[in-house]
């Protein structure tokens, strides 16, 4: 049976027993767009909603597929094209979802480096990776 039928029901911040977490993880799927999940938090803050004095937007993670970065990086198919990275998909190039995830990163960890098969590449990625978030911990 796929993942997405074993998902629990939304945790509702408001419902919570009166704790006070120090972190709330907001994990998203393949295809999250973080730029729309920051211009929210601003949003919200903005419009005074009275969750924002109780929780803040700290920094994204960015989690990278080594194995398939160079290969997706240099691709132009559409999301659409790749049920692989979650729904959601459109006209949209992965490789511009990519760019996007990893410019809002404050943190960039890569995944599978083990399979890239040389040092080389994983050199590559990283220059890539640091050309497109000079900032991010990586």
């Known amino acids: 049976m796929p993942l997405a039928h074993h998902q629990r029901p939304p945790i509702i911040i408001t419902s919570l027993p009166p704790h ?6 907001l ?11 920051r211009e929210q938090f601003a949003e919200a803050i903005a419009d005074g909603h009275p969750l924002t004095t109780r929780i803040y937007l700290s920094s994204f993670v960015t989690v ?11 691709s132009k198919t559409p999301l659409m094209a790749r049920p692989d990275l ?8 992965v490789v511009d979802l990519l760019v996007e995830q990893i410019e809002c990163a404050d943190y960039i960890l890569l995944n599978k480096v ?4 040389d040092a080389n590449k994983q050199d590559a990625l990283v220059a890539i990776i640091k050309s497109l978030n000079s900032l991010a911990t990586v």
Do not use: M, T, W
């Open 20 to 25: 006070h977490p120090h972190r709330i993880v």
């Open 27 to 37: 994990e998203n799927s393949g295809v999250a767009e973080p730029q729309n999940i």
């Open 64 to 74: 990278v597929d080594s194995a398939c970065f160079l290969k997706d990086y240099s």
């Open 86 to 93: 979650g729904e959601g998909g459109s006209f949209r190039p």
């Open 114 to 117: 083990d399979q890239l098969g």
